[in-house]
């Protein structure tokens, strides 16, 4: 079992940035690909971005792609997700999810634990 917490959201005007985390909690963190999902109001869940479980790729949502970076230090047991650029249809509910095997996937049927998410608003 992996439990993930996610923090860093909050309210930015467009333009902005933010840096989002994900704590790990449980099995060995390193196991696992990890990748940062989100959900706007009345949408479905989306892809943002993955990274592999070394941290040696990357995988990113053309919608962020050149603007949202992420990242892992699996010695702290975290993932991060460095967003600038913001817009404001980047607003929406962001979630970390870790995958068994340590590659990284764009689809969320794939991951098997998820964070409770945390709330990203960006104003225009």
């Known amino acids: 079992q992996v439990a993930l917490v996610e923090s860093g959201g909050g309210l930015v005007q467009a333009g902005g940035s933010l840096r989002l985390s994900c704590a790990a909690s449980g099995r060995t963190f390193s196991n696992y690909a990890m990748g940062w999902f989100r959900q706007a109001p009345g949408k479905e869940r989306e892809f943002a971005a993955a990274i592999s479980w070394g941290g040696g790729r990357t995988y990113y949502a053309d919608s962020v792609k050149g603007r949202f970076t992420i990242s892992r230090d699996n010695a702290k047991s975290t993932v991060y997700l460095q967003m600038n650029s913001l817009k404001p249809e980047d607003t929406a509910v962001y979630y970390c999810?870790?995958?068994?095997?340590?590659?990284?996937?764009?689809?969320?049927?794939?991951?098997?634990?998820w964070g409770q998410g945390t709330q990203v608003t960006v104003s225009s």
């Open positions: 999810a870790a995958r068994s095997g340590g590659i990284y996937s764009r689809l969320s049927v794939q991951y098997d634990y």
